[in-house]
């Protein structure tokens, strides 16, 4: 870039005149700025809208999902058990007694300083007969009790052991079965596979020292006890999951009594999900009304103007609204949404009345549930559409303003260069010209002093 050289031959302020002249040149360079600044608001208000769709759509997908509002709750007339459903789970009640809870085999053996061996003189083996009558032979490496507990743990074979301290430097093994209930009963044996096979193994539980702490045992839950009709029910853990569909029964103790257990609608979770619904719908309608709204203000002049939002005619916009509006208020198999408690208002928007659900609830919760699903079904669609990474309607919108900022960024960029250069030539023209100014007036100056002397000249002479 040249220097500029402000009037030292014609006094004119050169820089400014250079200014005012490069401001018309960058005019079209200000033109996209512009553009590009409304391009990216609109990218901003945009993305706002996706995010509020995106929201949408995760509650409504998660409405719609199958079962999904099948909720209900589980509650029993005794501490001594407890119950939770799922959303298989139908409304009603049953009586329960809980007569056995369910027990872990344990088992200890003898006290003993260390393991025996056989009659080789090597460390004898033992081997675990499991509930099915698997046989697990057991190589301890050593006579160390450690080294048998370390073999037993190894070999899975269904007991877990541990090294119990028995008094006098002599311990005994205490052996858990690794499963809960009668599936988890063991039997172990001093000796080889073959020996139990052949009966020559040792019972080491028949040792007069050895005890069975606690026996394998299910818990057992009697329904209709008392009638013809009395049935038992076995469950390895005290959690119980087949007295009723979808339903979790837990004993904590055995009961005096029968016990009821009852399952219902779970309205207020129900009505939750369908509040939160509306909510977010309203969130992002309310979001496309705003930025759609047409603003009047007074002029300086006293006029008054008008100003759109800047969703104001845009029509992929105005079509995802009209789209989400039809989905929450078509009706769905004839009734109007309004039975379930989303009301329509004046403004566009909707209100969720949840005494009118709470009625439809008591009437038909099946049918009331399917009809909020398929409500919410329909605005998971209409979310999916527009805020689908690779064709949603917004988003789609998005990508075609980041292409046009991009570009715009690409043309003020070459604008820049061209402005730049542009200044540079007016200046080095400028320049040259109080060059050629400061000449001529030097020139001027040298006349106007020859003429001088030639005019006392000639007055001399004279």
């Known amino acids: 870039m040249g220097t500029a050289i402000d009037g030292l031959s014609s006094g004119l302020d050169t820089t400014s005149m250079i200014n005012a002249l490069m401001s018309v040149e960058a005019l079209p360079q200000t033109q ?53 459903a799922s959303t298989s789970a139908v409304a009603g009640t049953l009586d329960v007694t809980v007569t056995r809870l369910a027990q872990t085999q344990v088992d ?9 061996v056989d009659a080789g003189g090597a460390p004898a083996k033992l081997t675990i007969v499991d509930a099915t009558g698997k046989q697990t032979e057991i ?19 269904g007991a877990a052991a541990v090294k119990v301290p028995a008094g006098n430097g002599t311990y005994r093994l205490q052996l858990t079965a690794t499963a809960s209930g009668a599936a988890g009963a063991f039997q172990i044996y001093q000796g080889s596979a073959a020996d139990v096979t052949a009966g020559t193994a040792v019972d080491m539980m028949a040792d007069p020292a050895a005890a069975v702490v606690r026996t394998a045992q299910d818990a057992e839950a009697v329904l209709y006890a008392g009638t013809a009709a009395e049935q038992k029910i076995n469950s390895a853990t005290n959690t119980f999951t087949n007295l009723l569909p979808g339903v979790s029964v837990t004993a904590t103790a055995i009961s005096a009594a029968p016990v009821t257990v009852t399952v219902a609608s779970d309205t207020a979770s129900i009505t939750q ?22 603003t009047t203000t007074t002029t300086s002049a006293g006029a008054s103007a008008a100003k759109g939002g800047i969703f104001t005619g845009n029509s992929s916009v105005r ?16 009734k109007s949404p309004s039975e379930y408690g989303i009301v329509i208002t004046r403004d566009g928007n909707f209100t969720f009345d949840k005494d009118k659900l709470a009625t439809a609830l008591a009437s038909d919760p099946a049918g009331t549930s399917a009809a909020l699903q398929t409500i919410a079904s329909r605005v998971a669609a209409t979310t999916q559409s527009a805020t689908d990474p ?22 003020i ?9 542009r200044r540079a030539a007016l200046q080095s023209q400028f320049t040259n010209m109080e060059v050629l100014l400061g000449g001529l ?22």
């Open 139 to 157: 190589n301890p490496a050593s006579t160390s009790l450690d080294d048998v507990v370390t073999a037993i743990n190894s070999a899975a074979g």
């Open 273 to 294: 999900k369908a509040g939160d619904l509306v909510k977010a719908v309203n969130d992002a309608l309310g979001y496309i009304s705003d930025n759609s709204a047409v």
């Open 319 to 334: 079509a995802v609204g009209d789209a989400l509006f039809n989905a929450m208020a078509a009706p769905v198999n004839g």
């Open 441 to 462: 007036k030097a020139q001027s100056s040298w006349l106007t002093g020859q003429l001088a002397g030639l005019s006392t000249s000639s007055s001399s002479g004279n």
């Open 32 to 84: 996209l700025k512009t553009k590009m600044a409304s391009d990216q608001s609109m990218i901003s208000s945009l993305q706002g809208l996706n995010t509020r769709l995106t929201l949408l759509n995760s509650t409504a997908s998660g409405d719609a999902a199958a079962n999904a509002l099948n909720l209900f709750t589980a509650s029993t007339s005794a501490p001594s058990l407890t119950a939770s």
């Open 413 to 421: 960029s070459d604008w820049d260069t061209r402005l730049s250069d």
């Open 390 to 411: 690779a064709q949603g309607s917004v988003t789609s919108l998005i990508k075609g303003q980041q292409s046009e900022v991009t570009d715009l960024t690409s043309q």
């Open 108 to 116: 200890v053996t003898a006290a003993m300083a260390s393991w025996p």
